[in-house]
Nanobody, 124 residues
Framework: QVQLVESGGGLVQAGGSLRLSCAASGRTFSNYAMGWFRQAPGKEREFVAAISWTGGNTYYADSVKGRFTISRDNAKNTVYLQMNSLKPEDTAVYYC?????????????????WGQGTQVTVSS
């Protein structure tokens, strides 16, 4: 089992920045690829970014490429999502997720463990 707890969400104006954190506990964190997803009201959960277990490889949804950065610190069992140039359409609940194997997974069914989510609201 892997337990994931997100933090860092909040209310920010358009153009602003936030950094989300996801703290992991349980099984060896460095064995898992990690992903960030988001779900806006009335919409399906969508892929945002993923990172390999070493942190050496990353992958982004086109909608966030160039604005968001995923990173991880295996010594701290934490994955981050730095979000810059935020837009109102980035408003959603953001979830982190963990999976074994190949990191470049955009489908949420490919992930084994999920956090409870953190709300990000971007005002215009």
């Amino acid at each position: 089992q892997v337990q994931l707890v997100e933090s860092g969400g909040g209310l920010v104006q358009a153009g602003g920045s936030l950094r989300l954190s996801c703290a992991a506990s349980g099984r060896t964190f460095s064995n898992y690829a990690m992903g960030w997803f988001r779900q806006a009201p009335g919409k399906e959960r969508e892929f945002v970014a993923a990172i390999s277990w070493t942190g050496g490889n990353t992958y982004y949804a086109d909608s966030v490429k160039g604005r968001f950065t995923i990173s991880r610190d295996n010594a701290k069992n934490t994955v981050y999502l730095q979000m810059n140039s935020l837009k109102p359409e980035d408003t959603a609940v953001y979830y982190c997720a963990a999976k074994l194997g190949w990191y470049r997974e955009v489908g949420d069914t490919g992930y084994n463990y999920w956090g409870q989510g953190t709300q990000v609201t971007v005002s215009s």
